[in-house]
Structures are given as structure tokens and as C-alpha cells.
């Protein structure tokens, strides 16, 4: 797979995607929004990556999007009856979430690992991961508010779901920085590192621990975690167990127990390919 914006490495059944525009911060240009799902899609649909980790290249994560967008009409039509170009707008609006949204679609868990500067739309994708970590000179900065529009794709809606809500109103209404060890006091990643390469080498570590996992019970705790977020304990209890009645076999499980007794580590199969319907391939 070649993009342009993304570098990809495949290791122990773990995907590291890595930004590699460095020279203009990592901005998310238009290609960015196509290849941003389409690679995600493609690596869930081998059925075979277990974990991925996004990081970048260069000093900073990403500086959110391309400024460059928003001065080109092609790509952001503001001119016209104000009903239709309000209504296109809506929709280039959802299909820019769409493509954050994946990192929580794709059935793996995806890790973000963050170095200097994650801001504005890059503060949007890292929320839609399962899991964020950082070197001790990153910061974060939902910026839109300071350059006079509402942050769109997503920290509004899931950073309530990670932080305490006043602190969230605070970031969003200030638009201010905030740094690696308030991040991780309160929680919003999970650990600090001194640099990048301490970073990657311990992000890959946990991700790999992931892969050697099942893969069913890894993708049904995602399914599961994400759908309680937003469904009461009643539902989402009610949906473990039809989950479970679906899901639940014994070859993971034999596996598993095969493995402690020999002492070995469990081998586990893939997951199926995800096909085009009807596929004979």
C-alpha cells in the first residue's frame, strides 16, 4: 500500500502508520482524508493486523488541517444559495468525521503515540483511538475556537467521554495548550515518555502484547467498550450477552488452556477477511 501522507510497517501482526510529511507538520491535506480510512479498511480487512500504532515523523504529531483547504473553493464551496451551500457543507462536514470515525470502526485497537505538538484536527483523530501516549514535550490544543470556528470532528463529542467536563469546556473554550503531565493527570493519555524512540519502542511493546491475544475477545472488548459508552449498563449488558451467544466458542478458549499447560505461548487464528458481498474470491 502506498499513500502519501502515511508510511506503513507491518510487524507481529501490528500495523505502525506513521505521518511522514514532517516538513509541513504532518498537516492533513486532502489526500489525508481518503487515505487516512481507505488504509485503516484495507488492514482490517486482511483479517490478520491484531493492533495499530499512528505516530509521525519529524518534531511535531500534527498540526491539525491543512490551513490551505479552507482557501481553495474547489474543496470548500462557501458560495451560492446559502441553503445548498449549507447543505454540501453538512455533507463534506460528516465525511471528514467518517474518516476519524474508522479508527473506532476497524475491529483492531488503535494506539496513538504523540511527540510535540497534536492540534486541532489531530486532537479530533487521537480522541477516536482506543488509547494515547506521548513524550513529555508534547502538548495538545483544541484550536479551532482560536481561529474563530467550533472544533467538527469529533473532541467535542468524545473528549467529554475521556476528561472531566469542565476541564473539556475550559480547552475548548480557551483554546489553549495543554501539556503532557496534565494530559496524563488527568488521564486523557496513558503514559509519558522522555522521548520518541522510548515511546515507539514501548507503544509497539503493548501493541504486540495485544496481537498475541485472541483476536475475537480483543474485538468483541473494543465493540463492547464502545458501545457502553454511549448506552446505559442495562443495554449494554443485554448486548454482552447477545454478543456472547453469538461469539463464544471454545477453540480460543482450548487454545489457551493448551498453551498454559504445555507452557507455550496460545496461538490463535486470525479473524475472517472482510470481502466484497457474494465474493467467490
Given at each position: ?39 485503516l ?22 498540526s491539525?488541517m ?38 473506532e ?38 484550536k ?62 503493548i501493541a ?25 449498563v442495562e ?7 447477545t454478543?456472547?451467544a ?15 499447560m ?20
Open positions: 500500500m502506498n499513500y502519501q501522507c502515511f508510511s506503513i510497517e507491518l510487524t507481529n501482526k501490528v500495523a505502525h502508520l506513521c505521518l511522514n510529511r514532517p516538513q509541513q507538520m504532518n498537516a492533513m491535506i486532502a489526500e489525508f482524508w481518503q487515505e487516512l480510512p481507505d488504509c479498511e484495507a488492514l482490517d480487512a486482511t483479517g490478520e493486523v491484531r493492533a495499530v500504532v499512528i505516530s509521525a515523523s519529524g518534531k511535531h504529531f500534527c491539525g491543512d490551513v490551505n483547504i479552507f482557501k481553495q473553493p474547489e474543496m470548500l464551496p462557501l458560495a451560492g444559495e446559502p441553503a445548498r451551500v449549507g447543505e454540501n457543507l453538512r455533507r463534506i462536514v460528516l465525511k471528514l468525521q467518517q474518516a476519524l470515525s474508522i479508527l470502526k476497524v475491529r483492531m485497537p488503535v494506539l496513538a503515540a504523540v511527540q510535540g505538538g497534536c492540534i486541532g484536527g489531530a486532537v479530533d483523530m487521537i480522541c477516536a483511538a482506543d488509547m494515547r501516549y506521548c513524550t513529555k514535550d508534547a502538548f495538545f490544543s483544541i479551532e475556537t482560536q481561529i474563530g470556528m467550533t472544533a467538527d470532528l469529533g473532541t467535542l463529542q468524545r473528549m467529554p467521554k475521556l476528561l472531566p467536563e469542565g476541564i473539556v469546556r475550559e480547552l475548548a473554550f480557551t483554546g489553549r495548550d495543554f501539556s503532557a503531565s496534565e494530559a496524563l493527570q488527568l488521564g486523557f493519555v496513558n503514559q509519558v515518555f522522555d522521548d520518541q524512540q522510548t515511546m515507539l519502542a514501548q507503544v509497539m511493546k504486540e502484547q495485544i496481537a498475541q491475544n485472541s483476536p475475537l475477545a480483543v474485538t468483541g472488548s473494543k465493540a463492547m467498550l464502545n458501545y457502553s459508552r454511549c448506552h446505559s443495554d449494554s449488558l443485554n448486548y454482552m450477552a454478543w456472547q453469538g461469539m463464544f466458542r471454545q477453540q480460543d478458549l482450548m487454545a489457551s488452556f493448551g498453551a498454559q504445555q507452557k507455550t505461548k496460545p496461538e490463535y487464528a486470525d479473524l475472517f477477511a472482510v470481502k466484497p458481498v457474494f465474493s467467490k474470491d
